[in-house]
């Protein structure tokens, strides 16, 4: 792959301030967004958790009222459980899909024609609605579905099975069909990076198939795990839409609470959880991100 | 060529079966989307017609798709342009240093890895609480890009990271201005990586459902309209409106696969090595 030399010279008669006020120019449309559409909403949504609420209306105060309701009710704690082991299944399966798909691609196919189109095969469906690749499970998971009247004709179960459709199983299902892409790609890239040498250098000193993978590739490729991981979590801990349409509304996660307040008008209350969530994500992704350089290893 | 091992074969099942479960449920909404008129939302077909296909046609039957359809494109034109144009000036701007650059970075992952409906809330209350219209063209773009932008920046770093910064170095030894090393340079070099970030950036906004679930006001994009029918409609016509949708992501990811094609023929022909530093 790609000889990364950086020349890190710089060009004479540029000072730095200079370079330094073009670069600050250059980076203004940027900053300005992040600053009106994502720092000014996350202080407002701050602001807003500290107020309270009537039934139909908000008014500013500062109490701490959301925030004792939140910590004290147990169903914040069974919720915020669930989202976190929503998060953990659909992390492992992801992460073993995701790496067996893409070490196929990057080790096993040859040409690398062949690699970009298969890839490309793999990435389509993340630039297709959502929305609708959930839609799509439903003529499958049905009480009346593909899969209950196949194992019906095949004789393995007499009734269909309830639990395909709106429940637990659903959601982890459409996480993966939805996410596992976040993995395959960043852990295709870093293993495109992997110099061959090192693996017939294994292969010379003894390594069998399992070990190279083990002690050479898996270790190379942590990188890539990594940023597919903070993809993963953060999809899966903020979603709320998937848990929605897949449990049949019976299943709940930190997203649906915020969404409920928010049908509500609780927007105080809805502020408070999104603050808890947010703080949840920011500490997961924050030390994920101690163990990986993104921007090195893009 | 060396022989396959085994467990290329076994490694094929398991992609096969990969595939099949990313595009099956999405190929049965196709089959069923053919559904004959008496037909449900699963097997067995009950005859093939276009009938639910023509029923999204008839305004009154399931809302303003239509309507939902032109807002979603033009807002996905819009979050197009400016995706690309703000992530090449914050590509190039991270090429240099500049006082902020790692609190700019740090906002940029925040905003990849937060909550979807956080940005929708926290826009929604501002534009409320000062008063503004929540419009699909103001809060409802602003709060897209929050999403498109991010990837964009990803693929400008994964871009100038590969980069062989000795084309400029030739071309400003030539004398040509920073402008002109920009213009003529750098811009035609990544030109096919820029068609990746209008890519993306149309299809994320064009598809984006939680971000605007707050910002979009009283006239609904395409996703919102879609998600109001599921709670609604039990009817086929929505596998026909999800299979036209899809239909048109695939049409627009081919033309844009289309025009990378035909950039690095075209650049092949012309017998430059302009971009060789790229691979």
């Not at chain 1, 559409?37 to 039934?55: D, K, Q, R, Y």
């Not at chain 1, 139909?56 to 004792?68: C, G, H, K, R």
């Not at chain 1, 953060?234 to 509304?249: C, K, P």
Request: charged fraction near 10%; charge should be positive.
């Amino acid at each position: 792959m790609a000889l990364r030399h950086h020349f890190k010279t710089k060009p004479f008669g540029v000072s730095v301030r200079n370079t330094s006020v073009i670069g600050w120019l250059l980076a203004s449309p940027l900053s300005l967004v992040l600053l009106v559409f994502l720092v000014a909403p996350i202080t407002m949504i701050v602001v807003v958790s500290f107020w309270g609420a009537t039934e139909w209306s908000i008014y500013p105060a500062f109490q701490f009222d959301n925030y004792a309701f939140l910590l004290t009710s147990d169903v914040t704690y069974r919720v915020f459980l669930n989202t976190l082991k929503y998060a953990a299944i659909t992390w492992v399966c992801t992460l073993l899909i995701g790496f067996t798909v893409a070490y196929y691609l990057a080790f096993h196919i040859r040409s690398l024609t062949w690699q970009i189109a298969l890839f490309l095969l793999c990435t389509i469906p993340f630039l297709t609605s959502n929305i609708i690749r959930m839609i799509s499970w439903i003529p499958f998971l049905g009480r009346n579905g593909i899969a209950n009247s196949t194992l019906i004709s095949m004789g393995v179960i007499d009734e269909p099975l309830e639990w395909l459709l709106f429940s637990d199983f659903s959601v982890v299902l459409a996480f993966v069909h939805l996410y596992t892409l976040f993995m395959v790609v960043p852990i295709f890239n870093t293993m495109m990076r992997i110099d061959k040498s090192l693996i017939e250098a294994a292969a010379d000193a003894g390594a069998t198939g399992w070990q190279t993978l083990w002690h050479v590739i898996v270790p190379l490729t942590k990188p890539g795990i990594m940023i597919g991981t903070i993809f993963v979590v953060a999809l899966v801990m903020g979603d709320f839409i998937t848990v929605r349409f897949m449990s049949g509304s019976q299943s709940a996660n930190m997203g649906r609470l915020i969404q409920n307040d928010i049908a509500l008008l609780q927007y105080p209350s809805a502020s408070a959880t999104a603050v808890i969530l947010l703080i949840t994500v920011l500490l997961l992704i924050g030390t994920l991100l101690r163990f990986v350089d993104i921007r090195k290893e893009l | 060529m060396e022989p396959r091992p085994k467990s290329f074969y076994v490694l094929s099942a398991f992609f096969v079966l990969f595939l099949v479960f990313l595009y099956g449920p999405t190929l049965t909404i196709g089959i069923l989307s053919f559904q004959g008129p008496g037909g449900g939302l699963t097997f067995p077909m009950r005859g093939v017609s276009l009938h639910w296909f023509r029923d999204l046609f008839e305004q009154q039957a399931v809302g303003d798709i239509w309507g939902s359809f032109r807002r979603s494109f033009v807002l996905g034109l819009m979050v197009m342009v400016t995706t690309v144009v703000v992530s090449v000036m914050g590509g190039l701007a991270f090429r240099k240093r500049f006082a902020g650059a790692t609190v700019l970075f740090y906002l940029i992952i925040t905003s990849l890895v937060i909550p979807s409906i956080l940005i929708s809330l926290g826009v929604g209350l501002i534009w409320s609480q000062s008063g503004l219209p929540v419009h699909w063209s103001s809060s409802g773009f602003g709060a897209q890009l929050t999403w498109t932008l991010p990837f964009g920046l990803l693929i400008m770093f994964a871009v100038f990271n590969r980069f062989d910064r000795s084309y400029e170095e030739a071309a400003r030894d030539l004398g040509a201005s920073p402008w002109q090393v920009i213009r003529h340079v750098v811009l035609p070099i990544i030109a096919p990586s820029l068609i990746g970030v209008a890519l993306f950036g149309f299809t994320l906004s064009y598809d984006e459902f939680a971000r605007t679930l707050l910002t979009s006001g009283s006239h609904n994009t395409l996703p919102l309209e879609v998600f109001g029918m599921t709670t609604n409609v039990t009817t086929p016509v929505l596998f026909a409106l999800g299979t036209l949708t899809t239909v048109f992501s695939l049409l627009v990811i081919g033309i844009f696969l289309l025009v990378v094609w035909f950039m690095n023929r075209r650049r092949t022909r012309h017998g430059s090595d302009a971009g060789q530093g790229l691979v």
